[in-house]
């Protein structure tokens, strides 16, 4: 493939790796379009696209752009952004959103120690394993996720400098 710019601005090997971000995604349970989305704003120039330039670029529907962006701005995966004098909203990653993604795993291990909880306290009478493996693998990132962060903090403090 050549790295000639398509209309769109995006290259053959970005649009690719668009696709592939949009199909990792999926695999996790996203939807297509909202990967892509993020693909897309992973490598489009300029960083802060309107909603028109996401859907023109990737094919899709304004009303499925819309949706998916509130979706992402929900999780703080993209951000909604002004430019002095125009009035149509940009949307862009947020700075360092990768960091900020895995840095919210906090919030995600205490809400998964009061369902561990919750669930504890209405055991069911058979296959209690539904709950108390929930319950175990709260434990362990209880324990191991802030060994992990302050181990991420450090490296990301070095490469910094």
Known sequence: MTDAPMPDGLTPERLAYVE???????????????????????????AAQTQAEIASALGLSAGTVSTQLRTLAGVEMVEKVRRMGVRTHFYQLPQDMWVRLIGSEDRRIAGLRELADAGIAVM?????????????????????????????EEFLRKEAS
């Open 20 to 46: 592939q971000v949009a199909n990792f995604w999926q695999a996790g349970g996203l939807g297509h379009a909202a990967g892509a989305i993020l693909g897309y704003l992973t490598v489009c120039e300029p």
């Open 124 to 152: 069911p009478a058979t296959r209690h394993d539904r709950i108390a493996s929930l319950e175990q693998m709260v434990r362990f990132f209880e324990h191991e996720w802030p060994l992990l962060s302050k181990r991420l």
